[in-house]
Each structure stands twice: as C-alpha cells, then as structure tokens.
C-alpha cells in the first residue's frame, strides 16, 4: 500500500512538473510575441504605417535606430543580422510588377525588392507605379540591401517589412526566413 502512494505522489509530481513547465513555456512565447508586435508599433492590422493623424508615418527606422549594433533574424533560419546603420535610399520606381519592384537610385545603382519581400508588401497594400519616388529605409548584408520600410513619397503610402532589428515580418514571430 505504502509503495502504491509513493507512486502515486511521484507521479502526480512528474505530471505537476510537466505542466508547470509547458506553462512557462507559453508565458515565454507570449512575451515573445509582445516584443515582436510592440517593436512594429505604428503598423495598423496589415502593416501599413499610419501616423496617428491616420497619414502614412514618415519614417519608422531613420534617426535612432542607426550607428548601433543591433542582431535580429534575417534569412535561411540560423544566421543573425548585424546591423551597424540604417540607412536612408531615396530613388525612383524604375520597374514593377508582380515579382519584382526595382528602384533606380540617383548614383545609378538600383535596388530590387523580389521574392518575398515584395510579395509580403503587396500583401500589405503597397502599391507603386514606374515613376513614383520612394524612400527605403534599410541596411546592408553581404553586400545586399535589406529594405525595412518603404515609402511610396508620390502617393503617400508606406509599409513596414523588418522590425527594428532588422527581422523579417513576413517571418511569423519567432523563425526567421528571408
């Protein structure tokens, strides 16, 4: 009888310990999932930025967020980004279409927001035509530029696509995909 309780105590504890973690666990995704939604604050249900007038926000990652290392998730799932400035890119829509936007800067180089980057813009509403003058707000990772927020100036629309630590919002939360 006395070896059926110790059991049953042991038991009961083993399960107490499996649920009380689990809970943590929960709790930690949470607070995981605040930091996330809390660091793309200013990004309305779709994620276009809105000022509080209900105008499309100006600049989210400009002044502040640059000349500071900062880490965040940007591609393939285990590599970090290491972010040393923000940088302001203003150019004109040189090309676009459902796979790719391509921006022409003034130094003669060009910007081209593809694969899932421009999808998940388009997902959010953006929309430019050939012509239209943009800002893109971003850094430089292996020699390639990595757009956080894009700024339509001609038609005043705006969308947000990396949290200030430069990770994808396309990636849902916690992983990373580029």
Known sequence: ???????????VGLISVLVIGAINRTMAKDRQSEDVLGQS????HQGVVEDQDGSPAA????EGSGGKDQSGGSGGG?????I???????????SMDEAALTVALPDEKEVILDAREWQ???EQGFSAQVGDQVILYGFYQEGDFKPGQLDDLTNGMSVILRNSDGKPLWSGG???GD
């Open 84 to 94: 040393h400035e923000w940088l302001e890119l203003q150019g004109e829509v040189e």
């Open 174 to 176: 916690g992983k990373s």
């Open 1 to 11: 009888m006395i070896k059926k309780i110790v059991l049953g105590v042991l038991f």
């Open 59 to 62: 600049q989210q990652f400009g």
């Open 78 to 82: 285990t590599s970090q980004a290491v």
């Open 120 to 122: 998940f813009a388009q």
């Open 41 to 44: 604050e200013g990004v309305d």
